[in-house]
């Protein structure tokens, strides 16, 4: 894989250039061509949780943008089957490999046997990388909310302990995603708390920053809840779009900073993937500036969304000329 610059860098894998669709814009086959085709410096499928029929995801109306600043969505991992995956992840990987971009796998899952599953399904396929998504606030059943992974030391453990026991002798990299925290005094000791965690699993080397904002509410300019689905209870759902970006952005200065703090990191040297509010060129800008030299890439979601993949390329056009 070719790289005109040369120091975006993606667990040992040259990018073209940082920007890339992050979880959540590609599912099947069908949607890997396009991301394949597209601006995207990578191919991410998923998040996926593997299931016998597959996951319908919740009813009703699961996303709402504004497209401009805030989007709402409570989706809850749609996906096909196993099989589905089974069948087509190797050919996946070679449709992404096809384009000389890497084929990430992105994973999530209700508890460690479901991330052992699929992370022995995309060794199998040969992904390139693997992103655990310990940071998903979407998932809903019988109309209460599943604990978000990253968010407690134990369930993170024991999702970690068992990625690292399905990864077996594979080499395959592990990029953990995390959900934001609002408060102050609880984010501080919940960055802390992962990164002081992933230190005693060396298969983690990159961290992507930052899922959706957990449960806001929003209302539409007609007055109808900006999340309606029968499945979830007061109209929540994560958020993402512009207005995320600050946050976004004191996720990555201060893992930039556990980072670059940090001397146990001599054998263990990890890498930020930047997501939140991305929708210009100047984002892109400023998710790398902040990171001071650990940002490898910078995501796109709500935009992808709302304007299809296209976004991408104008993106990385404002992108190319402010740099
Ligand atoms: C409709 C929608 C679906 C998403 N689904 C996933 C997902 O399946 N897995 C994942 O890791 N992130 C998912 N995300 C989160 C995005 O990848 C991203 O981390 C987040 O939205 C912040 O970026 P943004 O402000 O550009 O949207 C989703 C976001 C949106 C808007």
Known sequence: MTSSFPHYVYCGFPLEHPIFASGGCAQTLEDVRVLARSTSSMVEVGSVILSKSGRPGNAGQTYWSDQRTISFNVRNIPCPSEDYYRQ???EMVEMAH???????WNIAGQNPVDFACAVRLGVQSGVDVI???AGCTNLWSDHKQKPTISHNSISLSAVL??????LSSSR??????ISPVENIQQREKNAQMIFNLVLRFPCVKLFTLINTIPNKV????RGFPCIN???VPGGFGGMGGAITKPLGMWYVVRFASLISQNSALAQHVFTIRACGGVTCGKDVVDYLRAGRGHVCAVGVGTTVHDYGVRALSDILEEFTSSS
Do not use: W
């Not at 395959?172 to 995603?177: A, G, N, R």
């Not at 929003?218 to 300019?221: A, L, N, Q």
């Open 229 to 231: 689905s029968s499945d």
């Open 88 to 90: 087509n992840l190797h």
């Open 172 to 177: 395959t990299p592990i990029d953990l995603k």
């Open 218 to 221: 929003g209302f539409d300019e």
């Open 161 to 166: 302990m068992a990625v690292q026991d399905a």
């Open 98 to 104: 096809r384009f000389r971009k890497i084929l990430v």
């Open 131 to 133: 992103v655990v998504n």
